[in-house]
């Protein structure tokens, strides 16, 4: 239990401390490492699965210096869907990406790491990326009831990036399956392009077909980005 508070408290105080620290030598900075935005989507699609039923608001709030990426991204919809993940990822320069992500759903107790009604899923990434080709393997490696992880969920992704669309392969476990054995899960292709509004502005649409033969389901999602 205190190890899976130490790792959920490193996320959220890294973005806390890591931009202060950085912000003190402002002079050498020439942009802002700090980015936000909201993604509305027609669903949450998520590795297959969609969470939630009704159209998805995602604001997020985001720190990157150079490969270190830091952030906070959540999803909301009108029927009572909530989720506030942390996260903190670092990009190597020859394509490979590590990470820790601590998913967590807003109606549950934040502090509850107990293995019965646990709040907090903890997941490790490993990602990664050449050319048009994409590879990532998910691990959760705590057991937490309340938000359904049995611990040992693994989710494991492959995808290809053509000029106009990209294709994507996933399968797992436990989360991600209604037997909790290994299995596709996500099958899917998706496609994005810009809608001009003005001479210099333009707002991001991307959309994405989605098959889960595991649970027998074809989704569609479209959203825009601001």
């Known amino acids: 239990m205190k190890l899976k508070l130490i790792l959920s408290l490193a996320i959220a105080l890294?973005?806390?401390?890591?931009?202060?620290?950085?912000?003190?030598?402002e002079e050498t900075v020439e942009s802002s490492p700090f980015s936000t935005g909201l993604d509305i989507y027609s669903s949450f699609l998520w590795r297959g699965v969609r969470a939630g039923s009704s159209p998805?608001?995602?604001p997020y709030l985001e720190f990157a210096t150079g490969g270190l990426t830091i952030g906070a991204w959540g999803s909301f919809d009108a029927v009572g869907y909530a989720e506030a993940d942390l996260y903190i990822f670092y990009d190597f320069p020859f394509g490979l990406s590590l990470g820790l992500t601590d998913y967590y759903l807003c109606?549950?107790?934040y502090f509850d790491y107990s293995d019965s009604t646990g709040s907090h899923a903890l997941e490790i990434t490993a990602g990664y990326e050449f050319k048009g080709f994409s590879i990532s393997a998910?691990?959760?490696?705590?057991e937490a009831g309340g938000v359904g992880s049995a611990g040992g969920d693994v989710y494991v992704e492959a995808g290809y990036s053509f000029k106009n669309v990209n294709l994507f392969l996933g399968a797992g476990n436990g989360w991600y399956t209604s037997d909790g054995e290994f299995d596709i899960c996500n099958i899917g292709i998706g496609t994005e392009k810009e809608i001009r509004v003005t001479d210099t502005f333009s707002i991001p649409v991307t959309g994405q077909v989605v098959l889960n033969p595991e649970s027998r389901s074809l989704y569609l999602a479209v959203g825009i980005s601001l």
């Open 138 to 142: 998910n691990y959760i490696f705590n």
């Open 107 to 109: 109606d549950l107790d």
């Open 14 to 25: 890294s973005m806390i401390f890591t931009p202060v620290i950085l912000a003190q030598d």
């Open 56 to 58: 998805a608001f995602q």
